[in-house]
């Protein structure tokens, strides 16, 4: 009885239809699963910026600032609309980015009044924005004030207005900071490293981990290592991403400490998870000639797309020519494997 039983269930989960299996993805080897902010910058590295578009209006419907600054950059540069839309799209985009925290969306929307896209062509207005920008804490906008005012100087009380946006910031240890960069570029102001260096102590003793870093990098100016070293432990140990890097310089080339190529790569490292795109970069060059031995393409490849997302234009290139096309394609003593022989 049992064994009719048995042979019935048998016969019966025979005409079950079993399901097909499931086929990988074809970037199932990245690592990234569904994020859509890294599989849109795969597709912008791979030049196809239009199938980017619906991955990063997701992933910044869901609060994403990268996702908005990218739409921004797409749209001012034509992609995805109409010439007489896609430049009004782009100050929305970044816009948003902006409203919701990101100082890097105030960058965006100088640049657009810097180039004249979807908006009159206003270097001062630009500088406006550069300034609000690099009063909020984006790292790269004082390069960009400093190298428009080089274009279009400015004097009078235009410059008094945008040395204002300073000031006002200039109670807190962070204005403090930008302030003394202020003194020592002679940016807006008369350069006067005795009061940038003065600014910088006092940011650092209300707990500036930036203004550490940059006296840092003063006292080796001054040849004076050992206060270096001890700046830049402090403000790398308290967040600061300019203490990291430096940190990482000094142990890769042994200047002031003992040369380790360990804790240089931890500091890259720690700085890359910090959001600096020059790590992250550098981690995917490191990972990528790993790659050439293990076949582990994937973990190169996110520090790259990482870097693409936080701005990085030259990490397009080289995850396109470190990564993909070698990945693709490795030629070995004249033979080319292909890519089923490798690891992904």
């Known amino acids: 009885m049992e064994k009719s039983i048995a042979v019935a269930v048998a016969a019966t989960l025979a005409l079950v239809p079993t399901r097909a299996p499931a086929r990988a993805r074809p970037d199932a080897w990245l690592g990234i699963g569904r994020q ?53 799209r782009a100050i929305c985009w970044a816009t948003l980015a902006a409203a919701e925290g990101n100082p890097g969306g105030l960058l965006e929307i100088g640049k657009l009044y810097q180039n004249g896209r979807g908006v009159a062509k206003s270097p001062y207005t630009a500088d406006t924005y550069f300034a609000w920008a690099a009063s909020r804490g984006c790292l790269n906008a ?26 006002r910031a200039a109670g807190t240890p962070a204005g403090k900071c930008d302030l003394a960069l202020l003194y020592s570029m002679g940016l807006l102001v008369g350069r006067d490293e005795k009061r940038s260096i003065a600014l910088l102590k006092s940011a650092a003793a209300s707990g500036n981990a930036d203004a550490m870093a940059y006296l840092g ?93 936080n701005g990085d234009t030259l990490a397009e290139k080289r995850l396109r020519d470190c990564v993909l096309k070698p990945r693709a394609t490795i030629v070995k003593d004249h033979i080319i494997l292909p890519d089923e022989h490798l690891r992904g």
């Open 217 to 309: 990098s003063a006292r080796f100016s001054e040849s004076a290592p050992g206060g270096a070293i001890k700046w830049l432990r402090r403000a790398a140990r308290a967040g600061s991403v300019r203490g990291m890097i430096l940190l990482s310089f000094l142990y890769a080339t042994g200047k002031g400490v003992p040369k380790s190529r360990r804790l240089s790569w931890l500091w890259t490292r720690r700085a890359a998870e910090h959001g600096d795109v020059f790590s992250m970069s550098q981690l995917g060059l490191r990972y990528s000639t790993k790659a050439l031995a293990d076949g582990r393409w994937g973990r190169a490849a996110r520090w790259y797309l990482r870097a693409i997302a």
């Open 142 to 167: 004082l390069d960009s004030l400093r190298d428009n005012i080089g274009m279009h100087p400015i004097t009078g009380p235009k410059r008094r207005r945008l040395l204002l946006i300073f000031l």
């Open 36 to 88: 859509p902010l890294l599989r849109a910058m795969l597709l912008i590295a791979e030049r196809k910026p239009s199938g980017a578009l619906p991955l990063l209006e997701a992933s910044a419907a869901k609060g994403n600032t990268l996702a908005a600054i990218w739409l921004a950059r797409l749209f001012a540069d034509g992609i995805g609309g109409a010439k007489n839309t896609a430049p009004t």
